[in-house]
């Protein structure tokens, strides 16, 4: 695997896709855990196009092993270093039948254990009792996030569509795209395999067309520590 390729895609592009890091059976352990859970917690939500699990690894920790296997954190400490941790995971389930689709968009909030008056933090949203705000830039850049594809997933059933480089465009709003400028790529993934991107590359996904479920596992991983005592709300060391 050419790991420096990737983190060179990584930094032009703002995403990379690597096929094979999980085995057919290590797909079904998953699968099985998740689908032996209990749905009615207060960090799941439930509707006919969408199922989501936030704190995901929280939530479930017996999926914690099965996830980092060794290919896993071979990634992690190859592209990203060996510093980095995990402060944020979720789990969706678009179903076969789902007319669920993303716009163009940013991730630019991070999760974190309290509110606080801090400058350059804001604005601020609660979501299940989980609070979320946009953190200076600097912190949102140092930030991976793998996405773990439980199925095969193109553009038929809602595989990420992105904007290739404008990670590196700052708050770049989707209203002001100029597709005479920009290009857009559709991000295929086989399953068992990961997508790695910047939180700040402008992506999203359209409605499935093709009777297929997706299941991402999307993870979020930094390695700063937050100033003036404010703690991201779902640190998680693992080791590599």
Known sequence: MNFQNHKTLIEENGFTVINHIFSDAEIQRISGVIRNTDPSRETFRKSEDLFAIRQFLKEIPEVKDLIFNEKMKTVISEIFGDRYFVVKSIYFDKP?????????????????????????????????????????????????????????????????????????????????????????????????????MKPMIL??????????????????????????????????????
């Open 96 to 196: 076969e039948t789902s007319n669920w689709y993303v716009a163009y968009h940013q991730d630019l909030t991070i999760s974190v254990d309290q509110k606080m008056q801090l400058e350059g933090f804001g604005p601020w949203t609660t979501k299940q009792n989980q609070f979320a705000v946009q953190p200076p830039q600097d912190i949102l850049e140092n930030i991976y996030t793998i996405r773990i594809h439980l199925d095969n997933t193109d553009e038929n059933n809602g595989a990420l569509k992105v904007v290739p480089g404008s990670h590196i465009k700052g708050i770049y709003r989707p209203e002001t795209i100029d597709w005479t400028l920009e290009t857009e790529a559709i991000c295929n993934v086989e399953e068992g395999g990961i997508m790695i």
């Open 203 to 240: 992506h999203g996904s359209n409605r499935t067309t093709n009777g297929k479920r997706r299941r991402v596992i999307h993870i979020e991983f930094s390695d700063r520590e937050l100033p003036y005592g404010l703690n991201w709300s779902e640190k998680m060391i693992f080791e590599n």
